[in-house]
Structure formats: C-alpha cells, structure tokens
Nanobody, 120 residues
C-alpha cells in the first residue's frame, strides 16, 4: 500500500508563485520517475514536469522557464515550484510516482490532486 499526498495548492494572483509538494509513504522499496500532471476543466490531463531518480528533468513547453521540479529521495517527496503564474495554469495538479513496493511489485501511484487557481 502506497499513498501520495499533495499539498501547497491555493489561490494566487497572476504573476505570483506557489510551491507544491507530494510525499509518498507506505511499503516503498524505491521510486523511479516522479511527475506532476494537471487537468483543467473540460481538458485532458497533461504532463507538466517529470524528474528521474537521478534528477534529470523534463518540462512541458508551456511551463519551461517558469516551473521547476525537484525531489528529495530521502523523503520520497517531489516538489513543483511555480513562478510567474498565469490564469491558464489554473487546474487540479496531480503527482504520480513510478513505485517499486517492498513486495517488488512495480506500479504507478497517484495523488488525490490539489487545486491551483490563478486569478486577480
């Protein structure tokens, strides 16, 4: 059993910043990639940023230069620093982890989502 819990969402004005956190807990042996996705109303879920266990990162074009993904492997936690936020960044943000459990089963685990609203 593995749980991902996100935090840090909220309401922010355009141009503002937020930092999302996602902590994984439970029967974890190791975690490979950790990602942030988002889903806006009426739109499909999209990949925002990804980070490998060694720290290699990848970003959607729409957030490059504004968002930074990082992770603390000792804490099984991934972060998303979001700067220069725009109204079009408004969405529910989900984290995902590619987990190997102590049973050695490998699967994707998702958080419950955290709302980010960018409005004046």
């Amino acid at each position: 059993q593995v749980q991902l819990v996100e935090s840090g969402g909220g309401l922010v004005q355009p141009g503002g910043s937020l930092r999302l956190s996602c902590a994984a807990s439970g029967s974890i042996f190791s975690i490979y990639d950790m990602d942030w996705y988002r889903q806006a109303p009426g739109k499909q879920r999209e990949l925002v940023a990804a980070i490998t266990s060694s720290g290699t990162t990848n970003y959607a074009d729409s957030v490059k230069g504004r968002f930074t993904i990082s992770r603390d492997n000792a804490k099984n936690t991934v972060y998303l620093q979001m700067n220069s936020l725009k109204p079009e960044d408004t969405a529910v943000y989900y984290c995902r982890a590619d987990v190997v459990a102590t049973s050695r089963a490998r699967f994707s685990s998702w958080g419950q989502g955290t709302q980010v609203t960018v409005a004046s």
